[in-house]
């Protein structure tokens, strides 16, 4: 059993900066998998970034490609998501996801095992 927390999400300005946390508890964190996604209102949800047990590569979105930086620090069983650049297009309930026991990348929603309960980011204008 894995349970995701985020938090850093929040009210800003188009042009501003947020940095996402997802603490995840029990261990092995470095054997999961993990993703960042998003939900706007009236929309499906979708994929952000992925990063690998290990970390040793990621994988964006293209909408979110040179803004987003997925990273993670196993030591502190935490996934960020650093968001740059940040326009009202990016305004969503962004969830963590963790796939256990893999050291790959996924950008399918349904290959991830445990999901956040997400936090919100608003983008105005």
């Known amino acids: 059993q894995v349970q995701l927390v985020e938090s850093g999400g929040g009210l800003v300005q188009a042009g501003a900066s947020l940095r996402l946390s997802c603490a995840a508890s029990?261990?092995?964190?470095?054997?999961?998998?993990m993703g960042w996604f998003r939900q706007a209102p009236g929309k499906e949800r979708e994929f952000v970034a992925a990063?690998?047990?290990?970390?040793?590569?990621?994988y964006y979105a293209d909408s979110v490609k040179g803004r987003f930086t997925i990273s993670r620090d196993n030591a502190k069983s935490t996934v960020y998501l650093e968001m740059n650049s940040l326009k009202p297009g990016d305004t969503a309930v962004y969830y963590c996801?963790?796939?256990?026991?893999?050291?790959?990348?996924?950008?399918?929603?349904?290959?991830?095992?445990?999901w956040g309960q997400g936090t919100q980011v608003t983008v105005s204008s």
């Open positions: 990063i690998p047990g290990l970390g040793s590569y990621t």
């Open positions: 029990g261990r092995t964190f470095s054997g999961h998998a």
């Open positions: 996801a963790a796939k256990l026991y893999s050291d790959g990348y996924y950008s399918n929603d349904r290959a991830y095992d445990y």
